[in-house]
């Protein structure tokens, strides 16, 4: 399928060109996310704005020719809707196929709260007033999907880091939190896009697309795995034999400062930590270069990963920290992968805590909780026009539906500022007379992408 932005929008924005009212020079639309779903999140969720730049870098840097219009007119009219043919012209001619549009966003990475313009889209050609709306389908989808995973990522930063300050040591944050969502996904897309919003906030990730995604645009690997295993090459050793599958995990995949993490429910979670792990494998995993990594993967997460810790500590010993808190054994940690969630997370840690189990000893794989568990809804998202200029006057655009304000929409071109507590706010441009510093930047016009952020600069506004 051609990847062109002629080709990617809903059906009836195809005809809205005609539904404005005549003499229409400039509309401006914002992006904000209005709330969340408190289903999803515990607490009003501190949005991380990501996605901008990467669909800058996909679709505008392209410039649309006439066989893309061809190709786009016959699909279109044979789909029943109009297409305005001599704008998408006029673009190709006059614009060299690049889209007139001014792009403005706060800095990739930074934090806001529900209610905050992130984006905000202006026509810069007054014959292609039709645009700025046009691009909502695509541009609304690069948003949102990439910082509802980014925020609910930080969100579950924000809780173990909480629980690693009061048990533990902070310093293991960034791997605390483990993307398993590639195959939860409905595309390849989905995987790469989700999976490298997770790695703003976090190391450690399984979704290999996310981190060759992040390589194609900023030329490092951001994002790290381990060997591990699967109950498939547990398994086919027979259950006579599960101990040989774990011995043999040891015996390739040990290395000095490593890790291997294996699978170990296959059968009885609790044999596998007691008798396997613990007494005819116990010299061994003592004796590693590296350290084992334990997955209890089915049952109740919060009442096995409590049993399994207490074995595994039984078994390996365990020292108390300078919190008063009690670390396993350095050669043995455990990863919890199967009913991950926000609120899981917190349970977990909780439990582990009130048993005087540090937060050390416990990563989080998380999978189609993280990257498919959620939707546009999950923060409200939405893009409205908020300013029309109809023979050279603006007038401001917005709705507020009487049967729910919650959809009402901002009023005239917004700026985003910083006031003296340091919170960010939104109010209209034309309603601000001092000299405070709107924080929506120029991010593209007329094809030109603007200050493109570095990955390390994206994590560096969104820590923790």
Request: hydrophobic share 40%.
């Amino acid at each position: 399928m051609k990847k062109i932005i002629t080709l990617i929008s809903d059906s009836y924005k195809y005809s809205m060109w005609r539904q404005y009212p005549g003499k229409t020079e400039y509309i401006t639309s914002y992006i904000e996310a209005r709330g969340y779903d408190t289903k999803l999140f515990t607490r009003t969720p501190d949005v991380v704005f990501i996605g901008l730049d990467w669909f800058i870098q996909d679709y505008l840097q392209t410039p649309i020719t006439h066989d893309d219009i061809d190709y786009a007119k016959k699909l279109i009219h044979a789909h029943g809707e109009p297409f305005i043919e001599d704008g998408w012209r006029r673009i190709v001619n006059e614009h060299s196929g690049y889209l007139p549009l001014k792009i403005e966003a706060l800095p990739e990475g930074s934090i806001t709260r529900p209610g905050i313009p992130l984006v905000q889209v202006t026509n810069t050609d007054p014959k292609c007033w039709w645009l700025t709306t046009f691009i909502e389908t695509a541009l609304l989808r690069a948003i949102w999907y990439p910082t509802t995973v980014a925020t609910l990522s930080r969100e579950c930063k924000v809780v173990i880091d909480s629980f690693l300050a009061i048990t533990g040591d902070q310093s293991l944050l960034p791997f605390k939190l483990h993307d398993f969502g590639a195959r939860g996904v409905s595309s390849h897309e989905s995987a790469m896009i989700g999976g490298a919003a997770h790695l703003v906030n976090f190391m450690g990730t399984d979704t290999f697309e996310a981190v060759t995604y992040l390589y194609d645009k900023y030329g490092e690997v951001y994002g790290f795995s381990i060997p591990a295993s699967e109950h498939s090459t547990i398994t086919s050793w027979g259950r006579d034999h599960e101990v040989q599958a774990f011995e043999n995990m040891i015996d390739v995949f040990d290395k000095p400062n490593g890790l291997v993490a294996c699978v170990s429910d296959s059968y009885n979670i609790y044999e596998a930590c007691r008798e396997l792990w613990g007494t005819k494998l116990k010299d061994k995993v003592l004796s590693m270069k590296g350290g084992l990594v334990v997955r209890p993967d089915s049952g109740d997460p919060l009442q096995v990963t409590l049993d399994v810790i207490e074995i595994l500590g039984e078994k390996f010993g365990y020292t108390v920290n300078d919190k008063g808190f009690r670390v396993l054994n350095p050669k043995v940690r455990i990863i919890q992968g199967d009913g991950v969630n926000l609120v899981s997370i917190t349970r977990i840690l909780r439990n582990y805590a009130e048993h005087g189990w540090s937060a050390d000893n416990i990563a989080f794989g998380m999978g189609a909780a993280l990257l498919q568990n959620l939707n546009r809804d999950s923060l409200k998202f939405a893009m409205k026009a908020n300013e029309a200029v109809i023979e050279g006057v603006a007038i401001d655009v917005y709705k507020d539906p009487i049967t729910d304000h919650g959809k009402h929409s901002k009023k005239g071109k917004q700026g985003v500022y910083r006031n003296a507590f340091g919170e960010l706010e939104a109010w209209p441009v034309h309603q601000v007379t001092s000299n405070i510093e709107n924080l929506l930047e120029v991010r593209y016009r007329d094809g030109a992408w603007l200050r493109p952020a570095k990955f390390t600069e994206i994590r560096e506004r969104a820590k923790v």
